[in-house]
Every structure is written in structure tokens, then in C-alpha cells.
């Protein structure tokens, strides 16, 4: 069964008592393409949530966020340099006492110099976050799979209908274009009886000729036969469609050579009823293309 590229996955996790939030969504792209966004304390693993995105998916645009969990135990702690503060204490009050600059440097004052606080992102063990995270990670994915699977199941319905209605006016185009060629040769042939008539004269090897070239001009028997195999080799690729064999670029392929055989049929018909048909044919191909950009 073929999957949509489009789908949204979430899950939870949590480390020494901290919690984390998996999101992930993805939409159509033509290759996979994915960006991570995790919290610095945990950016060190990014190359691991890549691999474990490209495990699960073949296609599409990923944007996949690690973020604490609102509310949750902060994972950030403040240090003190105490040092660094009597320091710039001492030096206060020497500029003070020696050379009698005014002020006070007071506890705000303080722990605004440089040097004096930091921020410390607390240290988990590397194992444990390891196999938390991808815990998290594969579940959103999970997620995210399944919403893509619902989705290609909606798709498949589309495209098949769509192929439906392709084969309906394939077979319609090609007996019309039955008629028409009977009816060119018929013309030619009563011209030709009208042409003796007033002169006298026929060219039965230049009738044939006419009659020929007409037939050849108008035969759109190829076109008709090979755009009925593509419909087929489409629905083929459709039903063995599965994960770690992407069907869209295939479709896609498909799509233009079927598009290539409409446009010969448009060119050599010269008939109103089936230059109508043709842009129907057109729009229902438009319609597929749509459908297969978001097929992975």
C-alpha cells in the first residue's frame, strides 16, 4: 500500500525525572530532507535522530522537535564563582576607599558581572538519555507512519478512480478515431468518383496513396495501447507498493510518459468530439499528477 508524505507524530519521554516532548511532522519533498531541533543538552545525538528518521522514511520534507516538557523540573542550574566575586568586591572597594568613586555594588549588580553566575545544563548519562530518547523518537515516528499510511490509503482510492477514468476515455477516444478514419476514407473516395466524373481521369495509385497517408496520419492505435499499459503498470506499482520501496518517483515517471502519449493523440486528432476528449484526458492526468507529488 502506498503512504502520504503527510502525517504528524508525538510522543513523551523522560530522563532522571526530566521530561522531554517528541513532534514530528512531515509533507511532500521530493527526496527525504530532515531537520532536528533538540535542546542543547541533548544535541550531541543529533546524528542518531537522523538515522533513526531515515530508518523509518523514504520521502519527504521532516520536522522533528525535542523540547522540555512545560512545567517540568528544569534541567539548567545556576554556579556561582565565588572567587570571581570577591574579587570584583575587593576591587569596589578599593576604587572607593583610594580614589573615592561613589556607589555601592550590590547582590544584582554582582551577579550581572561576568564570570560571576552561569548557567550549568544539568549532565545525564549518555546510555540512559540514548536509549530514552530513542525510545521517544521511534514512537513519534510510529505516529507519524501511521498517519501516513491513513492518508495513502486515501490516496490509493483517488488515483485508482482517477486511472478509471482514464481507461474510459482511452477506449472512447480510440473508437472514435475508428470512426473518423472511416469516414476520411470515404471522403477521399467519393472525391475521387466526383473528380472522374468531371474529367474523366482516376489515379487509382494516387487515391491509394491519399487513402494511406489519411490512415496513417489519424492512426492513434499505438498512443491508445501504450497509454492503456501505463494505466496498468500504474495500478501494478500500486499494489506492490511497501516500505523501503518508494512508489512515487515511479508514478511520476508514469505521468510523463502518459502525459507524452495524450499530447501525440491531441496532435493528430482532427476531429472536435475527440480534441474534447483529449482535454478531458489532460485534465484527469493533471489531477493524478497532483495526487502522486505527495506520495512517498
Known sequence: MIRSMTGYGHATFAV???GFEVEVRSVNHRHLDVRVRLPHGLAVFEGE?????????????????????????PSESVALDLAA????????????????????????GLLGLP?????????FPEECVRSALAGGVVAA????????????????????????CI???????????????????ERLRKRAEQ?????????????????????????????TVRLASHTAQFRGILDSARLGTPAGRR?????????????????????????HQVVELKTELERLREQVLNVE
Not at 54 to 70: H, S, W
Not at 201 to 208: I, M, Q, S
Not at 254 to 271: A, H, P, V
Open 115 to 123: 564570570g560571576v553566575a552561569r548557567v550549568v545544563e544539568r549532565a
Open 49 to 73: 535522530v537522523r538515522q533513526l528518521v531515515a530508518g523509518q522514511l523514504d520521502r519527504g520534507k521532516v520536522d522533528l522537535t525535542i523540547r522540555g516538557v512545560a512545567g517540568d523540573t
Open 141 to 164: 515516528l510510529g505516529g507519524l507512519a501511521s498517519m501516513r499510511a491513513a492518508e495513502g490509503e486515501a490516496l490509493d482510492r483517488e488515483l485508482r478512480g482517477r486511472l478509471d
Open 251 to 275: 508514478l511520476e515517471f508514469l505521468l510523463q510518459e502518459m502525459g507524452r502519449e495524450g499530447n501525440t493523440i491531441g496532435s493528430k486528432g482532427s476531429d472536435a468530439p475527440i480534441a
Open 195 to 223: 473528380l472522374r466524373d468531371e474529367t474523366g481521369l482516376l489515379d487509382e495509385a494516387r487515391l491509394h496513396q491519399e487513402v494511406v497517408w489519411a490512415a496513417d496520419r489519424l492512426d492513434i492505435t499505438e498512443e
Open 167 to 185: 481507461d474510459a476515455l482511452v477506449v472512447s477516444i480510440a473508437a472514435r478515431a475508428t470512426d473518423v478514419q472511416r469516414a476520411v476514407r
Open 85 to 108: 566575586a570577591e574579587q570584583y568586591l575587593r576591587a569596589a572597594r578599593q576604587l572607593r576607599d583610594d580614589h573615592g568613586v561613589p556607589g555601592e555594588l550590590d547582590v544584582r
Open 16 to 18: 532522571e525525572g526530566i
